[in-house]
């Protein structure tokens, strides 16, 4: 309570200092809500520009993506065609002078119906570029055209839409016969120029070359002409496809050609020399932020928390999809860590080594058992030459091999299991089974091979060599006198028969036959395995000895009403080999193929030359061989049950012996076959003379 003796104006202070405090604390919180505010609302909003950025990049990469995607068909197309055989080879007759007029006409022909393919023009010319068939219409005046740093000639064509056109030399054993020239419609690389539109008014795709110290672009949503430009704005800001052609990818907020402010994301198209840019002008792209905030300014004191929960509002769904998206990530890379280790307790587990390399031939996998196989540790052999693994004769094969299938991406060796000799670390020499296989990883070629140790087994099969090499001595001359004795017979010598007689007879003459064929059988694979059968290798016209060998079957052939066809694409051709045991390999393959032709069937032999390497192949119309089956059809003795049911015979050693054969006179021998399709057997034998 006052004293009676307190002055007015003490007690007036003293009533209105209450109200100051609270003034101060009123006006210091609110301070205090505008700069939290202040901050949340940049924070946010550099967050929002985050995201932004992400997606325009995101955008942009797809759309990256799908112009290389549409570019690289387009390419490939073209040199598929530029690859074809038969069309080469019309073409070099042409260049030959052979018969042009009928050719030409050919060529007229089959022109327009490369147009299927997608492309809207097609020219074909000969080496010396005179044009000989055409079809479609190539665009005349192209009103920009860029090159692209593909192989050969390649444009990218603009008039008032996207075109790729390639030129593409065709060649045949190291030489140029011909080119092939095409052109082809790109409509989703014009729907992605197109598309950016629908990022805003101003939303927009630039497409851009570099032009000297300038850039050429194509026409855009924004500016229908193509256009030649300075690598800087007005002001003196790089554009951002200036960064994309300098090969860099990222988001900017810069001025662009119009000098205008912009988000742009840029990368290049791959190594094409071109670049891409996706942007936005700042102002399009930041009109709704600053139209609410012009509103939120005069009700920020009242409304400052509801316009944060109005932001957050905003926010949230693009928060809980990254929240997401970062939760699926994590359970994905946990996901592939169980993988890994899986993965990796298998390859630590399995009893067959496993070896995977490089491209060229570098060890970057060495599991446990490839360690215990070999004596080698894992970081003894990891970064070198897997020939390493081979015996000295081996190794120099072993790159020519590599090097000729990267080259020519042809190999019989990949996906077959095949037998050859490996050395450990004290240089012990060994034999081994191996498969290899091609895979990719991240974009890169690799091989993978899975090795298992025949030691024994070769031991267990020298044994049996052995003992049937003893077995077929011993029963080759008592099978003759037998054979001799029952031919008189059955030829009356010992007096005339009784029609039952001369039955039972027959039957024991043809099976005594079929009897001396499986001697001669295991005799031959006796001497082929201790290396005691002789090879006379000398050059041979390939045709004649493949006619002596059909003239030779075709009374078989007839027994069960079965024709062939053969047909040569290199009539001249010569191969350095044994006639006897090629003769040999070729009565097998075609007594198969009779066998297991349908009545009425043909059996199609055709030779063709590539690469240096001679092949004939002998196809039938059977029923092809059980996938099951498949990879033991080299073996001795091999029959399968419901593959072998209806064959009149064999010994099941005719194919093993063709392969040993094969490979002892420096060839190839391999099939294709699926089950209901029939069966191609090759056999391929370098030129001769071999080319330099």
């Not at 479609?136 to 050969?152: C, D, K, R, S, V």
């Not at 694979?525 to 004649?544: G, N």
């Not at 050693?653 to 099939?671: C, D, H, N, T």
Request: net charge neutral; proline share 5%.
């Amino acid at each position: 309570m006052p004293s009676p003796d307190t002055p007015p104006q003490t007690m007036q202070s003293s009533k209105n200092h209450p109200h100051r405090i609270s003034l101060v604390a009123g006006v210091l919180l609110i301070i205090v809500a505008l700069l939290v505010g202040t901050t949340v609302f940049f924070v946010m909003l550099r967050y929002a520009e985050s995201l932004l950025s992400n997606g325009l990049q995101s955008s942009l990469q797809s759309r990256v993506q799908l112009t290389l995607t549409e570019l690289g068909a387009g390419f490939d197309r073209t040199r598929l065609i530029a690859t074809r055989p038969l069309l080469m080879d019309q073409i070099q007759q042409v260049n030959t002078g052979a018969d042009q007029g009928a050719v030409t006409a050919e060529l007229e022909r089959i022109a327009p119906s490369f147009l299927l393919a997608g492309f809207t023009a097609i020219a074909l010319f000969d080496k010396n570029g005179r044009e000989l068939a055409h079809a479609g219409t190539f665009t005349q005046q192209a009103e920009l055209a860029i090159p692209l740093n593909f192989p050969g000639r390649v444009q990218l064509l603009w008039n008032k839409h996207f075109l790729l056109r390639v030129e593409v030399d065709m060649k045949q054993q190291g030489g140029v016969v011909g080119k092939v020239m095409t052109e082809t419609l790109l409509p989703a690389t014009m729907g992605a120029l197109n598309d950016a539109k629908h990022l805003g008014k101003t939303g927009e795709l630039g497409l851009c070359a570099p032009f000297g110290l300038k850039l050429q672009c194509f026409p855009t949503t924004l500016h229908s002409q193509v256009m030649t430009l300075s690598n800087r704005s007005a002001k003196g800001d790089l554009l951002p496809i200036a960064h994309a052609l300098s090969g860099e990818t990222g988001f900017a907020t810069a001025s662009d050609y119009r000098d205008q402010k912009v988000a742009a994301a840029y990368a290049p198209v791959g190594n094409l020399g071109l670049g891409m840019v996706l942007k936005i002008d700042s102002a399009e792209l930041y009109a709704p932020v600053w139209r609410e905030l012009r509103y939120l300014i005069p009700l920020l004191f009242g409304l400052l928390v509801i316009a944060l929960l109005m932001l957050r509002w905003q926010l949230i769904p693009l928060v809980r999809r990254l929240v997401r998206s970062e939760a699926e990530a994590r359970k994905m890379n946990a996901s592939l860590r169980d993988s890994e280790r899986n993965l990796r307790g298998l390859l630590n587990n399995v009893d067959e080594g496993i070896v995977s390399t490089s491209k060229v031939g570098i060890i970057e996998l060495f599991n446990p058992a490839a360690e215990r196989l070999f004596d080698y540790r894992g970081d003894e052999v990891i970064g070198k030459n897997v020939s390493m693994l081979m015996p000295t004769p081996f190794r120099g094969e072993h790159d020519g091999h590599l090097a000729r299938y990267l080259h020519t991406d042809h190999s019989h060796m990949l996906g077959v299991s095949r037998e050859q000799t490996a050395q450990r670390k004290d240089g012990t020499i060994f034999p081994i089974e191996i498969r290899v296989s091609e895979f990719y990883l991240e974009g890169r070629r690799k091989f993978i091979s899975i090795i298992r140790d025949i030691t024994e087994r070769k031991k267990i099969e020298q044994m049996k060599s052995e003992f049937v090499s003893v077995v077929s001595h011993e029963l080759r001359t008592p099978l003759t006198s037998i054979r001799g004795a029952l031919g008189l017979v059955n030829g009356g010598l010992a007096g005339e028969l009784s029609d039952k007689a001369k039955g039972l007879v027959r039957i024991a003459y043809l099976n005594s036959e079929r009897l001396s064929t499986l001697v001669k059988d295991l005799l031959d694979i006796e001497k082929i395995t201790s290396d005691k059968m002789e090879y006379d290798l000398k050059p041979h016209p390939l045709k004649a000895l493949i006619e002596q060998a059909i003239d030779a079957i075709r009374p078989y052939g007839e027994q069960y009403s079965v024709g062939f066809n053969f047909m040569t694409m290199a009539p001249q051709a010569m191969v350095r080999i044994d006639a006897d045991r090629f003769a040999q390999v070729l009565s097998n393959l075609l007594s198969n193929a009779i066998e297991f032709s349908p009545p009425v069937g043909v059996v199609n032999i055709k030779v063709s030359s590539a690469d240096g390497w001679i092949t004939t192949s002998v196809s039938d119309q059977g029923p092809g061989i059980p996938a099951e089956f498949q990879s033991r059809i080299f073996q001795r003795f091999s029959h399968e049950d419901s593959f072998d049911n209806q064959r009149k015979g064999g010994t099941g050693l005719g194919l093993s012996i063709s392969k040993a054969l094969v490979e002892k006179m420096g060839g190839r021998i391999w099939f294709d076959a699926s089950q209901g399709t029939g069966a191609t057997f090759y056999v391929a034998f370098q030129v001769w003379p071999a080319p330099v």
